[in-house]
């Protein structure tokens, strides 16, 4: 499939309608959840997402952006951080089942994106405490990796450790139980704690080493962005709970 190119960054001007990929920018500044990726497209989701904007700000809902539209959408408030400079295009179709490991990690690595699912999360979950599986769960939504927000043998994917490791089982993704062959991008689950026996209590992404011989590593996770944490027990002094297995795409 051809992509699209990327739009070359330009100053918004309330008087001329910009690009699709500005307009769901402009909708992720106004603070909207959950953020749209930076298509360049008018697909469903931003259409459902212009809708409600225009339904929130009393203009006719058409899910098309017009004149009015776009002019209350640059005028609107925006959240902190926000920038007027439009994104790269995300591109779904280049994520193949052998990169969405690596994908997850270049994605979830770099602060802007960290902080784009911390507002998701407060925005379905609204708290970060017990929110691990809600961190990692939106981190691959955001970068194009589908996780339903559905039950899985009563428990919901995105919200339960348990259900969220046996639905990425069911779409192909592989356990290994050998801390030592962790790769950047790889989903860890940790042995059980207080939730129930055999319900890990724990699941982060791995970013990298920091220290292998005594097994501390850099993880991202709903606690931080990149902090060091132990991965098996005692490592470094840290005193986390322990690993049990990962996952690799």
């Known amino acids: 499939m051809e992509s699209k190119k990327n ?16 307009w769901q920018n402009i ?29 929130d700000l009393g ?6 952006v017009d004149l009015a539209t776009w002019k209350a959408g640059v005028n609107h408030k925006k959240i902190p951080g926000w920038s007027e400079v439009t994104p790269p295009l995300f591109k779904p179709q280049s994520i193949s089942p052998d990169t969405i490991t690596k994908h997850l990690h270049d994605f979830y690595s770099q602060r802007k994106n960290y902080d784009a699912v911390h507002r998701n999360v407060m925005g379905w979950f609204g708290t970060t405490k017990n929110g691990c599986v809600a961190f990692v769960s939106s981190a691959l939504r955001l970068s194009g990796y589908h996780v339903p927000k559905t039950n899985l043998d009563g428990a919901n994917i995105s919200l339960w450790t348990v259900s969220f490791s046996k639905y990425l089982r069911s779409k192909g ?14 989903i860890v689950f940790t042995q059980e704690g207080g939730f129930g026996k055999g319900v890990p209590a724990h699941v982060y992404v791995f970013v990298s080493w920091d220290n292998k011989a ?35 795409a």
């Open 7 to 22: 739009p070359k960054p330009q100053k918004l001007h309330p008087s001329t309608v910009g690009s699709i990929a500005a």
């Open 173 to 186: 993704w592989k356990p290994f139980t050998d801390s030592k062959t962790l790769q950047p991008g790889d």
């Open 214 to 248: 005594n097994q501390v590593a850099w993880v991202i996770d709903n606690q931080a962005f990149t902090h060091r944490r132990n991965i098996n027990k005692g490592g470094g002094g840290f005193n986390f709970t322990p690993f049990a297995y990962y996952l690799r």
């Open 27 to 55: 909708l992720n500044g106004c603070g909207y959840n959950p953020p749209l990726p930076i298509t360049g497209g008018m697909d469903g989701a931003t259409v459902d997402m212009t809708n409600k904007f225009q339904n």
């Open 59 to 64: 203009l006719p809902k058409t899910g098309k």
